[in-house]
T-cell receptor, first 113, second 120 residues
Framework: DVKVTQSSRYLVKRTGEKVFLECVQD?????MFWYRQDPGLGLRLIYF???????EKGDIPEGYSVSREKKERFSLILESASTNQTSMYLC????????????FGPGTRLTVT | AQTVTQSQPEMSVQEAETVTLSCTYD???????LFWYKQPPSRQMILVIR??????QNATENRFSVNFQKAAKSFSLKISDSQLGDTAMYFC?????????????????FGKGTLLTVNP
C-alpha cells in the first residue's frame, strides 16, 4: 500500500515564525503536491514537484515555498507565518502513468496565532 | 482554466437509501479525467472512482457509480445502499490529460466539496 505521511497532525505557531511542513511518500512517486483545505473553498494547490529539485507554482503560492531534495520528501515552508495561513495542509503524491490517482497524507492542521 | 462546481454544500440520506451528488465542470479540452474523492471525518482522503472522458461507459465501483454526461459537462456520483461509513466530505476533481513537459498535466482541480451525512 502507498503510504504518505506528514510530520505533524496539529501544529501551533506564532505570527512571523518560519514553519516547515514535511511530507514523505514510500512508493517512489515522481509527482508530489501541497494543498491547503479551507471550509467552503475545497482544496487549492499551493505548489507541486515533478522531480527532485523541480517545482512549479500552483494556484496560491504566495507566502509559501517548497523544497524537494530527495524523491520521497517534499517540504512546504512558510517563511513568515501569518494568521491567514491558519488552515489544513494536505500533501499528496502520484505516479506517472498509473491511473493518475493521487494518494493523500493525513493532513496537518496549522494554527497561527 | 478549468473550473469544477459542486452545487450541494451538504446532503443527507437515510441508511440503505440511494443518494446522488452533483458535479459540473468547465473545460475546452476534449480528453480529460474526472475523479470523486472521499474524505471521512478526521481520516485521509481516498479515491472513490475515476472516469476517463474518452470512455463512454460510466465507471462503477461496487456501490458507487457515476453518470458522466460529456456534452453537458456533468459528472454525478450515485451511492447505492448508503452505509454509515459513507459519511464524509466528497470532492469532485478534474485533471487534464497527461503529456508535455514536467508534471503540469497531473494537477487536479477540485470542487468545493459536498458534506454527506448518512443517518441511521
Amino acid at each position: 500500500d502507498v503510504k504518505v505521511t506528514q510530520s505533524s497532525r496539529y501544529l501551533v505557531k506564532r505570527t512571523g515564525e518560519k514553519v516547515f511542513l514535511e511530507c514523505v511518500q514510500d512508493m517512489d512517486h515522481e509527482n508530489m503536491f501541497w494543498y491547503r483545505q479551507d471550509p467552503g473553498l475545497g482544496l487549492r494547490l499551493i505548489y507541486f514537484s515533478y522531480d527532485v529539485k523541480m517545482k512549479e507554482k500552483g494556484d496560491i503560492p504566495e507566502g509559501y515555498s517548497v523544497s524537494r531534495e530527495k524523491k520521497e520528501r517534499f517540504s512546504l515552508i512558510l517563511e513568515s507565518a501569518s494568521t491567514n495561513q491558519t488552515s489544513m495542509y494536505l500533501c499528496a503524491s502520484t505516479q506517472i502513468g498509473r491511473g493518475y490517482e493521487q494518494y493523500f497524507g493525513p493532513g496537518t492542521r496549522l494554527t497561527v496565532t | 482554466a478549468q473550473t469544477v462546481t459542486q452545487s450541494q454544500p451538504e446532503m443527507s440520506v437515510q441508511e440503505a437509501e440511494t443518494v446522488t451528488l452533483s458535479c459540473t465542470y468547465d473545460t475546452s479540452e476534449n480528453n480529460y479525467y474526472l475523479f470523486w474523492y472521499k474524505q471521512p471525518p478526521s481520516r485521509q482522503m481516498i479515491l472513490v472512482i475515476r472516469q476517463e472522458a474518452y470512455k463512454q461507459q460510466n465507471a462503477t465501483e461496487n456501490r458507487f457509480s457515476v453518470n458522466f454526461q460529456k456534452a453537458a459537462k456533468s459528472f454525478s456520483l450515485k451511492i447505492s445502499d448508503s452505509q454509515l461509513g459513507d459519511t464524509a466530505m466528497y470532492f469532485c476533481a478534474f485533471m487534464k490529460p497527461p503529456g508535455g513537459s514536467g508534471g503540469s498535466n497531473y494537477k487536479l482541480t477540485f470542487g468545493k466539496g459536498t458534506l454527506l451525512t448518512v443517518n441511521p
